[in-house]
T-cell receptor, first 116, second 111 residues
Framework: GAVVSQHPSWVICKSGTSVKIECRSL??????MFWYRQFPKQSLMLMAT?????????EQGVEKDKFLINHASLTLSTLTVTSAHPEDSSFYIC????????????FGEGSRLTVL | RKEVEQDPGPFNVPEGATVAFNCTYS??????FFWYRQDCRKEPKLLMS???SGNEDGRFTAQLNRASQYISLLIRDSKLSDSATYLC????????????FGAGTRLFVKA
């Protein structure tokens, strides 16, 4: 299967700081990547669709100015949580696919964010 | 109504048991169907795609009923290592590909 790598795997930060999470497709090019958030014992919630070379598409209720997404190359998308607060603490996961029209997704390892 | 609904679980079964998970989806235009497995504090991983003709992979059998908009996963001879959350996933093209996850069903297999 395709390989998607995410970094960092965990991060602890102080309230008010910004945190950047990277998502890389290692063995394929991804024009589209997806960012999810998962709270404990809940399902994955799609936050936004990251499109290479254009603006991300955000799901309803997700603040685009709070969760900045940049997809500058075909193998890298970044999610920046700006001015993080404790309620932003969550498991953030990205996904991508070399076969975008099949619906089959490959996930990064996830990034666990804890905001103090 | 949720777009993808699954059995709430958790399912607690002994080793060797057969367990079945059900999933229904609301959009009849859905095109692709999958079961993913997610271990605690890990990312989801594809378990198997689901085809209209039904498909089997070892101890795992997936079925799709498009008329009833129903998907199932059967696990035979459960192992301790099968303990995880199983996610029903549906994809459809709505002018851009959209993937919808069910809430997941937790399975605990006990010795």
């Amino acid at each position: 299967g395709a390989v998607v790598s995410q970094h960092p795997s965990w991060v602890i930060c102080k309230s008010g700081t910004s945190v950047k999470i990277e998502c890389r497709s290692l063995d394929f090019q991804a024009t589209t990547m997806f960012w999810y958030r998962q709270f404990p014992k809940q399902s994955l919630m799609l936050m936004a669709t990251s499109n290479e070379g254009s603006k991300a598409t955000y799901e309803q209720g997700v603040e685009k100015d709070k969760f900045l997404i940049n997809h500058a190359s075909l193998t890298l998308s970044t999610l920046t949580v700006t001015s993080a607060h404790p309620e932003d603490s969550s498991f953030y996961i990205c996904s991508a696919s070399p076969r975008v029209n099949t619906g089959e997704l490959f996930f990064g390892e996830g990034s666990r964010l804890t905001v103090l | 109504r949720k777009e993808v609904e699954q059995d709430p679980g958790p399912f607690n079964v002994p080793e060797g048991a057969t367990v079945a998970f059900n999933c229904t989806y609301s959009n009849s235009a859905s095109q692709s169907f999958f079961w993913y497995r997610q271990d605690c504090r890990k990312e989801p991983k594809l378990l198997m795609s689901v085809y209209s003709s039904g498909n089997e992979d070892g101890r795992f059998t997936a079925q799709l009923n498009r008329a009833s908009q129903y998907i199932s996963l059967l696990i035979r001879d459960s192992k301790l290592s099968d303990s995880a959350t199983y996610l029903c996933v549906v994809s459809l093209n709505t002018g851009g590909f959209k993937t919808i996850f069910g809430a997941g069903t937790r399975l605990f297999v006990k010795a």
